[in-house]
């Protein structure tokens, strides 16, 4: 199995408080060998009539997820979301309202890269 280290970024240096959040959770859940989240929300202003951003409070909305882990081994894919929306039911909750998902165990992302 090859090794991969957690992929982190200069947007992660930036990301707001629900990304923060959610990267722990996943981190602490997952132990996750690449973990790259991307907020998507500024494709999705029309959802709502609210101005957009941090300021306003409903950024980080409509988050794209790349997760490796071999907690995955073993789990199909419909499996692995449900665990996935299970750790973030409290985001979802609270104004989390779509996931773009990428779930894959080590051996996958390698095939695949």
């Known amino acids: 199995m090859t090794a991969f280290s957690l992929h982190e970024t200069h947007q992660e240096k930036q990301e707001g408080s629900r990304v923060t959040r959610?990267?722990?959770?996943?981190?602490?859940?997952?132990?996750?060998q690449k973990l790259d989240i991307e907020d998507e929300s500024y494709r999705h202003?029309?959802?709502?009539?609210?101005?957009?951003?941090?300021?306003?409070?409903?950024?980080?909305?409509?988050?794209?997820?790349h997760l490796v882990s071999a907690s995955f081994e073993g789990v199909g894919r419909v499996a692995r979301s449900r665990l996935v929306h299970e750790a973030l039911?409290?985001?979802?909750?609270?104004?989390?309202?779509?996931?773009?998902?990428?779930l894959q165990t080590?051996?996958?992302?390698?095939k695949a890269i």
């Open 89 to 102: 039911a409290d985001e979802f909750a609270n104004g989390l309202h779509a996931l773009t998902l990428t």
């Open 22 to 32: 959610i990267r722990a959770l996943l981190k602490a859940r997952f132990n996750p």
């Open 106 to 110: 080590p051996e996958e992302y390698s």
């Open 45 to 65: 202003a029309h959802h709502r009539e609210t101005e957009r951003g941090p300021k306003a409070g409903s950024s980080e909305t409509h988050l794209r997820l």
